[in-house]
């Protein structure tokens, strides 16, 4: 499996993966994911169904790695953080501290945390490789 760049087609099935993780009205979404996928900044790999997951980066910052429901825990997630991080240098990316199953996935991929912030340390800012773990 490889990934392939995003086209403005892929769009609706793009916000299908979104929307099965974060349930939304679509208005923000779609404009967000119009403007990325334009910018070339979004790779998705496809299964028999159609595009299974996802991946938005602009450089060395991670916005968004999305595996549909139905393909997760078959690789596709690891595949397209491994694409992402063979293509650049470093990554950056933020994650809720409450979300553990994508914070248990980074660090099993080399990402550290570097810090905190919002109300409560809310997010938390990981970085690869842990070189860049210097804290500020």
Known sequence: MTSQVAQI?????????????HPSDGT????????????????LIADASGPAGFVMRDAGRLHALYVHPRA????IGRILL????MQTG???????????????F???HGFVEK?????????????WPPERRSLS
């Open 9 to 21: 087609w892929h769009v609706p099935w793009l916000l299908r993966i979104l929307w099965a993780h």
């Open 72 to 75: 997760q825990g078959s690789g």
């Open 82 to 85: 491994q694409e992402a991080q």
């Open 90 to 104: 470093a990554i950056d990316l933020w994650v809720r501290q409450t979300n553990r199953e994508a914070r248990r």
């Open 28 to 43: 923000s979404d779609l404009w967000v994911m119009l403007k990325a996928t334009m910018r070339g900044w979004v790779r």
């Open 115 to 127: 810090r905190r912030e919002g109300r409560g340390q809310s997010d938390i800012l990981m970085v």
């Open 106 to 108: 980074y660090s099993r």
